[in-house]
C-alpha cells in the first residue's frame, strides 16, 4: 500500500499519523521511515526518506478489509480524477509546479467538466509566468460554472498582467456582481481605474477591498 514516499521529520511511534501538505490537505497516512543501522550503531538512523500510504488508497482498503487484504493492483495509489487533483495541490505545495501540472492534467483528462482542476491549473501556471496559459485554464472554468466569482477574479488578474486592463475590466465587474464581497476583484478594479486616470473610483474599490479583506 505504500505510495508516496515524503520527507517529514517523523519519530518512533508516528506509524498511523496523516501527512499533510502545507495547505492543510490531508494525502495520505504515514506508514514506515527509511532507517540505516551500521554494525558499529546502537540505534539505527533515520535517512530522511518516509513511506505513506495515498489517502484514497487507505480509504478503500479499510472498506475492503483492512491493509492486510489490500492489493495495489486493486486499488491504485492514483486512479480517479480526485486522486490526481489531491496529489496536484500536494506537488504545488512542495514547489513542484511541473509536476502539479502534469497531475492537473491528468485529473483534467479524467474529469473534464471539474473546474476546479481547471482553476488550480491556472493558478499554477501564473506562478510559472505561463499567463496566456492560465487565461486559458480560467475561462474553460468560467465555461463550465459561469458564475464564479474566483475565475473571473483570476482572469481579471491575468488579463492586467498582460496589460489588457480594457478587458480585464468588465470581467472583474462580472465577479463583484457574483460577490460583492470579494477583495480580490475590488483590488483588482482598483488598478485598472487608477491606469485609466479614474483616481477617486480607484481610492473606492481600495476602500471595499479593504473593508471586504477584514471581514472574511
Known amino acids: 500500500g505504500y505510495g508516496l514516499r515524503h520527507t517529514a521529520n517523523t519519530q518512533t511511534g508516528m506509524s498511523g499519523g496523516g ?15 527509511d532507517v ?3 554494525s558499529d550503531q546502537i540505534e539505527a538512523r533515520k535517512t530522511g526518506g518516509n513511506l505513506g500510504i495515498p489517502l484514497t488508497f487507505y480509504s478503500l ?3 475492503n478489509g483492512g491493509l492486510e487484504r489490500a492489493n495495489e493492483s486493486v486499488f491504485p495509489p492514483l486512479r480517479t480524477a480526485a486522486d490526481f487533483a489531491v496529489q496536484a495541490k ?11 501540472i502534469k497531475m492537473y492534467g491528468e485529473a483534467i483528462a479524467r474529469a473534464p467538466g471539474d473546474a476546479d482542476s481547471w482553476v488550480n491549473r491556472g493558478n499554477v501556471r501564473v506562478l510559472q509566468k505561463r499567463y496566456e496559459e492560465a487565461l486559458n485554464d480560467y475561462q474553460r472554468a468560467n465555461t463550465l460554472q459561469p458564475n464564479r466569482s474566483e475565475s473571473l477574479t483570476n482572469m481579471g488578474t491575468v488579463l492586467i498582467i498582460l496589460n489588457r486592463q480594457a478587458e480585464a475590466l468588465p470581467v472583474l465587474i462580472k465577479a463583484l456582481e457574483i ?25 473606492e474599490a481600495t476602500k471595499k477591498a479593504k473593508l471586504h479583506e477584514t471581514t472574511k
Do not use: C
Not at 501527512?19 to 521511515?33: D, P, R, Y
Not at 500536494?90 to 502539479?100: D, V
Open 19 to 33: 501527512i499533510w501538505t502545507k495547505s492543510g490537505i490531508l494525502v495520505a497516512i504515514h506508514g514506515q521511515a
Open 179 to 203: 460577490n460583492p464581497a470579494n477583495p480580490g476583484a475590488w483590488t483588482n478594479i482598483a488598478i485598472v481605474y487608477k491606469s485609466q486616470g479614474r483616481f477617486n473610483e480607484a481610492d
Open 90 to 100: 500536494y506537488m504545488s505545495s512542495i514547489g513542484n509546479l511541473e509536476g502539479a
Open 36 to 38: 540505516y543501522k551500521s
Open 61 to 63: 482498503a479499510m472498506q
